[in-house]
Nanobody, 125 residues
């Protein structure tokens, strides 16, 4: 079993920045994909970014490219999401996910075994 704990959420004004953290109780293989998703009230959960913890290869949703950066610190089993130039439409609960199933797409909710409890991000205009 893997436990994921997110932190770093909060309230900021548009144009501001936040850095989220996702701490894993352990890595479960030599190649781990850890993703960030978000869910706004009344909307479906959507993928934001993904990183492979061994190679550092990243993928981003078009809506956050150039503004968000995902990174990792393997010594701490932690993945980060640096969010800059925040917009009101970025307001959502942010979740990290891990345990990507084999041959499954990184941006699909159903493809992940493990989820954190979420951290709220609120961006005011």
């Amino acid at each position: 079993q893997v436990t994921l704990v997110e932190s770093g959420g909060g309230s900021v004004q548009a144009g501001g920045s936040l850095k989220l953290s996702c701490a894993a109780s352990r890595w479960w293989s030599n190649s781990n994909s850890v993703a960030w998703f978000r869910q706004a009230p009344g909307k479906e959960r959507e993928a934001v970014a993904d990183i492979y913890t061994n190679s550092g290869i990243t993928t981003y949703a078009d809506s956050v490219k150039g503004r968000f950066t995902v990174s990792r610190d393997n010594s701490k089993n932690t993945v980060y999401l640096q969010m800059n130039s925040l917009r009101p439409e970025d307001t959502a609960m942010y979740y990290c996910a891990a345990g990507l199933q084999f041959n499954c797409d990184w941006d699909l909710v159903r493809c992940y075994y493990y989820w954190g409890q979420g951290t709220q991000v609120t961006v005011s205009a």
